[in-house]
């Protein structure tokens, strides 16, 4: 992420200079750069360094927009002479961003994937412009209470032949540049507009006035001459209508260069933080951004080690163990929250605790002191909403029509867009025979909301799956029906629902075993064993895809399921995934095992049983056992095949293995794009470069996350190989085919070159290539590309050294500096060493993990592997054969899938 200091007057809108896929590189612009597809003319206040042209922007990047003081922002296509324009409160929609894949080759690459072709047959660019409410950008977060509903209002609008929006609200954008001695002005309206009148005046005096007929098809565009001395922001711009109503007026201001706010930082260890305090905002933070590596519970733990009564730090764990579905631990925890809460006053100052011990108490079936805990939470005004309503729904479940009302009155007197609160509202009315009220109550809450779900069942609507409510949401109107006791009405709406309409996709009914299992569990709470059974058996009797139970009320479904109908094992499957979802993963594997006991052909349950002992046990030869037993149930099933060669790949399994596997079940291999990918790197492993180059040309490649760089990475080794192998042949012009082949990047692959991707080694030998057919020039300018590229974009950071360090070194031996290169090997060799010696780690700021996807990866074992392959490089560029064979063999042997090693190792025995 990179984040661009606008100005703090307001936020310009930002330029696209050029659309289309052939921009050119900052860098290697003459002085006289005139953005593509503008007509032949920059655009008057193009400028080579504006991060606010898509031209200037080569690579991925997102931008944020910090602390804006307007209302509005956008973009504009100067080739197509039209833009948009975002309108918004900026106090609560603070948040502006821009992201573009880049204008370069990688990014061209995914403007084909994602946009559709113009009338010329070209693609792109691909821009996204967010906007964000209640959120200073794109990963950050805000509260909400339960029961609370944040609403606002956000508008887009286009303009057209204008240019940049300096200044827009939901009547009008204004265009105002001034270019030498002219000033260009546009105006864009959102309606109709007759005879509006435009004014332009400064301090001297009236420039120019304008009286025209408005429209969005119709925008004013014109210039004027200014005088001397009168610079932009002098100019104030004037829209009314034809009535003399304002519509607009627009001043340009002057930027102020802000003061850019801190970047984000890493947090400290737990042990390292000397305030409570910090340790419990820490952990408040990675638990709100659910960060995938670092877990709050060490930040909160460490604050009870040093203060066991610490509020807040337990009411956290409270929320954290409730999550999980330990109701005990969460119970305990809220408790002690509590106690330090009321050490010196009875009443406590916050109600959260309370009012979260509540809940906790109803998934534990004690009613009573439960309404106890929810009445206290009831005295902080904060709570008191969310306090009412959940007593509201225990006075129903007695029955006690009258105190729930009063209950829900004191609830909607604090939050009357609670739109649970104002449903169960109307079933209360409804007991009490108060028909009239209830119905002027519905009424008001579809105008409030015209798509509650609730509020249409109640308006006499049938949620039948062929109306468009789905399975899930049925599942929730349930779990509310349920929760205020009316389990009548919650089977009657889930009876319906297990008869859905037959045109509907596989995903949709994916809840229907949940539908039937909670079914099964009201029908036995109401002393239905019989009836529960059957549900219980259809429930079993049902195809498990995309089933995914995540409630904390299908725990205790599900474990009736289990007892029940002990021989069902897709309910303890099913609450396995639940569980390892909650990181409750030793529990999850234990049903699994259940699940794999009561059916050894159930594939997806073995699968999983070979996740959880990789990952969680560290058993790796019974997570090789369970995904054989998970092939064998289903042979047909490709992603099996994927994952299985994944493990055996982590397990250091031979690629003559693995290749004689995965050319056994071609028809599975065909079937998926990272299959195909595996099976290439396997063909290139076991020096098979005709046979990878074939299949990697042959087929169309999605891209997908996590396999980036996997078909380009192919393509260059199959090339680069083949072009070294004619290089020993003395087949010059072959291997200068197949190297210029492995620079660029076929169409079909689905994806680029990024431009900060090192490429040392193709130009290294590239140059020798030219060398052999005598164009020494040439070669030396490869050589020179080689030897100065720094860096690798491969690493989350870029690093001073990488694989590619030694083609550089190589370069320079090349290029007659022999000297360079061989202290460039030295400090490689002591790169390596010292990296040998450094504890690994997850950079805090990673958002992708490729080599996490399905298995976890030893870190330090890669990290290790990693540091002997650079010292092999650094002994071989030495002169220290012998000991880089050895270093190679090391390698290989640590990861007899290490495609670098294999490639330098063949090298050097060739």
């Not at 519509?247 to 890493?266: D, F, G």
């Not at 969310?386 to 105190?403: N, Q, S």
């Not at 040998?836 to 990673?846: L, M, S």
Request: one cysteine or more.
């Amino acid at each position: 992420m990179s984040e661009y200091p606008f100005c703090q007057g307001h936020y310009y809108g930002v330029n696209y200079g050029e659309r289309g896929r052939k921009g050119v590189p900052a860098s290697d612009r003459p002085a006289n750069f005139i953005p593509p597809n503008c007509g032949g003319k920059a655009p008057v206040d193009y400028a080579p360094n504006d991060l606010s042209f898509y031209a200037n922007i080569p690579v991925p990047t997102s931008y944020m927009c910090m602390g804006s003081r307007e209302d509005f922002f956008g973009g504009y296509d100067h080739a197509a002479q039209a833009g948009i324009v975002h309108y918004a409160n900026h106090h609560i929609s603070p948040g502006k961003k821009q992201w573009t894949w880049g204008n370069h080759e990688f990014g061209h690459a995914w403007d084909r994937n994602l946009t559709d072709s113009d009338a010329k047959g070209e693609f792109g660019p691909y821009i996204e412009i967010m906007a964000g409410v209640y959120t200073d950008n794109q990963p950050d977060f805000s509260f909400l209470q339960p029961g609370e509903t944040k609403s606002w209002s956000q508008y887009w609008y286009p303009i057209q032949k204008i240019g940049p929006a300096g200044h827009a609200n939901l009547e009008a954008a204004i265009s105002l540049r001034a270019v030498k001695s002219e000033l260009h002005l546009g105006v864009a309206v959102t309606s109709k507009q007759p005879q509006a009148v435009v004014t332009i005046a400064t301090k001297g005096g009236q420039l120019g006035c304008f009286t025209r007929d408005l429209s969005p098809a119709l925008p004013l565009v014109e210039k004027i001459k200014l005088p001397r001395g009168v610079v932009e922001n002098d100019i104030c711009i004037r829209v009314a209508d034809c009535h003399g109503q304002e519509l607009i007026s627009h001043q340009p201001k002057p930027r102020v260069k802000a003061e850019v706010p801190p970047p984000a930082t890493e947090p400290p260890a737990p042990k390292t933080i000397t305030s409570a305090d910090e340790l419990f905002i820490t952990g408040l933070h990675l638990d709100q951004y659910r960060h995938a590596t670092r877990s709050p519970v060490l930040y909160w733990a460490e604050a009870l080690r040093r203060d066991p009564l610490d509020a807040r730090c337990n009411n956290a764990m409270g929320l954290w163990h409730l999550r999980r579905g330990e109701f005990t631990d969460a119970e305990r925890c809220f408790r002690r929250a509590i106690e330090r809460l009321t050490l010196r006053n009875s009443n406590p100052y916050d109600g959260e605790a309370c009012y979260n011990l509540g809940l906790c108490l109803r998934y534990l079936k004690r009613d009573r002191d439960a309404y106890t805990a929810f009445y206290k939470a009831t005295w902080n005004q904060a709570w008191a909403a969310a306090g009412y309503h959940a007593l509201a729904e225990i006075d129903c479940t007695r029955r006690d029509w009258r105190t729930a009302l009063e209950h829900l009155d004191h609830s909607l007197r604090f939050n009357t867009d609670n739109l649970r609160a104002r449903n169960l509202k109307v079933m209360a009315l409804r007991r009490l025979d108060k028909n009239s009220e209830a119905d002027l109550l519905l009424q008001s809450t579809l105008q409030l909301d015209p798509l509650d779900w609730w509020a249409r069942h109640l308006n006499g609507e049938v949620l039948a799956s062929g109306h468009h409510c789905d399975l899930q949401t049925q599942l929730d109107l349930a779990h509310d029906f349920t929760r205020s006791g009316f389990v009548s009405e919650a089977i009657q709406l889930l009876q319906r629902a297990t008869a859905p309409a037959k045109d509907l996709p596989d995903q949709s009914l994916g809840a229907l075993p949940i539908v039937c299992y909670t079914l099964g569990w009201l029908n036995e709470g109401r002393g239905d064993k019989n009836g529960a059974l059957q549900n219980f058996k259809q429930a079993a009797a049902l195809p498990p895809d995309y089933c995914f139970p995540s409630r904390l009320e299908e725990i205790a479904v599900l474990e009736v399921a289990m007892r029940i109908n002990p021989r069902d094992p897709k309910a303890p499957y099913y609450l396995g995934n639940l569980f390892y979802d909650r990181r409750r993963q030793n529990e999850a594997i234990k049903l699994w095992e259940k699940s794999a006991r009561l059916d050894r052909n159930f594939s997806i349950v073995w699968r999983n049983l070979g996740i959880g002992y990789f990952n969680i046990r560290q058993q790796p030869a019974r997570a090789r056992a369970a995904y054989d037993q998970a092939f064998k149930a289903d042979p047909a099933d490709a992603r099996l095949l994927y994952e299985r060669d994944q493990l055996w790949k982590r397990l250091g399994e031979k690629p003559e293995i693995r290749l004689r596997e995965l050319e056994k079940h071609s028809g599975l291999v065909r079937q998926r794009d990272d299959l195909s990918i595996e099976l290439c790197a396997l063909y290139n492993q076991t020096g098979q470069h005709e046979k990878a180059g074939q299949l990697v040309s042959s087929r169309r490649f999605q891209p997908w996350e996590g396999g980036e760089g996997g078909p380009l990475g192919q393509h260059v080794r199959a090339h680069l190989a083949l072009g070294r192998s004619a290089l020993t042949r003395g087949e010059f012009t072959n291997a200068r085919s197949h190297l210029e082949s492995a620079l660029n990047s076929p169409a079909n692959l689905g994806e680029g070159r990024h431009l900060l991707a090192n490429q040392s080694d193709i130009y290294y030998w590239l140059g020798c290539a030219l060398e052999g057919l005598g164009e020494q020039k040439a070669a030396q300018k490869q050589w020179l590309t080689a030897a100065n590229f720094k860096g690798d974009f491969q690493e989350m950071s870029v690093r001073a050294f990488s694989e590619m360090t030694y083609y550089s070194a190589l370069a320079w031996t090349k290029l007659g500096r022999r000297a360079k290169a061989g202290k460039l090997f030295r400090d490689l060799l002591a790169f390596a060493q010292k990296l040998h010696q450094t504890r690994a780690k997850i950079d805090y700021f990673a958002t992708s993990l490729p080599t996490m996807l399905i298995f976890a990866d030893d870190i330090q074992f890669r990290q290790d592997t990693a540091a002997i392959f650079l010292q092999a490089q650094a002994r071989l560029g030495l002169g220290q054969k012998t000991k880089a064979g050895s270093l190679l063999q090391t390698v290989l042997r640590r990861d007899p899938n290490h495609a670098m090693a294999a490639d330098l190792l063949g090298g050097m025995e060739s």
